[in-house]
């Protein structure tokens, strides 16, 4: 990847991250962070991982992103914006953000074995499809043969032949997390007892 | 060149801002924003060192594995927090942090 486009994905991450916090309305800032996991996604994308980029923006832009603009309309919260900042809380919070980054930045400067290009690790499809744990899956073997790089094949193979269990406990939570919704969001009726 | 410290600071600066967020903001479903970008730039990070680990000609899934399952658990504690928020809302009529200080409604 040029790294010019890193920069411009790299950006707009972070530009519009920090619209996030910037902007008064609530709206402006559900959608700056919609295009900054757009961002996201593309910088995934961009170190090879095609699945975790596309469910990036599954997910995150159209999923969630979705339900806060829904939640957001629907408590109809534009009219409290209009209160000042804390002095206190800003100061603080730039403080903290910028002693974190600077400490981020000091200890990658002495991180040398970070200081290595993607051509340098670069993936190899001949080497790949000789791999014995690929060997037993034959349509990944003849996507690596070709000089291709089933990304999401991969995925799936490593999620069902070694995290089988997470993923079925990674179901259970989220119809647990179905559940607790709509136990939450249930109105008490005033007849009965709340539970 | 782009090496892999690029990708770190990219993600530490992100993580940095939703930190900031997180202080800074009061309204409570800014807050909440700012708690996914913190998550999502863990999974910059857990992404970039997944590629930058070659082993055998291709990336590290185990890393990845683990971004997926992260996906799906904030994809799941939106939800649920969402619905308090709502619910507190009902009660409170505010969205605003420094007006909710008891637990009891």
């Known amino acids: 990847m040029p790294s010019f486009l890193f920069y411009l994905f790299a950006a707009i991450t972070l530009g519009f991250g920090l619209n996030v916090i910037l902007a008064r309305n609530p709206v402006t800032s559900a959608l700056s962070l919609a295009v900054s996991f757009v961002g996201l996604a593309a910088l995934f994308i961009s170190l090879d991982a095609y699945f975790i980029g596309i469910i990036q923006i599954l997910v995150y832009t159209g999923a969630v992103m979705v339900l806060f603009l829904f939640i957001i309309m629907l408590l109809d919260i534009q009219k409290e914006e209009a209160k000042r900042a804390n002095t206190a809380a800003v100061i603080g919070g730039v403080v903290l953000a910028v002693v974190l980054t600077l400490q981020v930045a000091a200890v990658l400067g002495v991180f040398k074995e970070g200081a290595v290009t993607t051509e340098k690790r670069a993936l190899s499809m001949e080497i790949a499809s000789k791999r014995e744990d690929v060997a037993q899956v034959k349509t990944i073997q003849k996507d690596l043969a070709a000089g291709t790089l089933p990304d999401a094949k991969l995925m799936g193979m490593t999620l069902f032949e070694q995290y089988g269990f997470h993923l079925q406990a990674i179901g259970l939570l989220l119809l647990v997390g179905t559940v607790g919704v709509v136990v939450l969001s249930k109105r008490e009726s005033p007849n009965k007892p709340v539970v | ?105």
Do not use: K
């Not at chain 2, 996914?36 to 291709?58: C, I, K, P, Q």
């Not at chain 2, 594995?65 to 505010?94: D, P």
């Open chain 2, 1 to 105: 060149m782009i090496t892999l410290n690029h990708y770190l600071f990219v993600s530490g600066a992100l993580f940095a801002l939703g930190l900031a967020g997180v202080v800074v903001r009061r309204n409570i479903i800014i807050i909440f924003m700012c708690l996914e970008m913190m998550l999502s730039a863990a999974n910059l990070a857990l992404v970039g060192f997944s590629r930058f680990r070659v082993t055998d000609g291709l990336p590290d899934y185990a890393a990845q594995s683990l971004v997926f399952f992260t996906i799906t658990v904030a994809a799941a504690e939106v939800a649920v927090g969402l619905a308090v928020i709502v619910a507190l809302y009902r009660t409170r009529q505010s969205v605003e942090v420094d007006t909710i200080t008891r637990m009891r409604g």
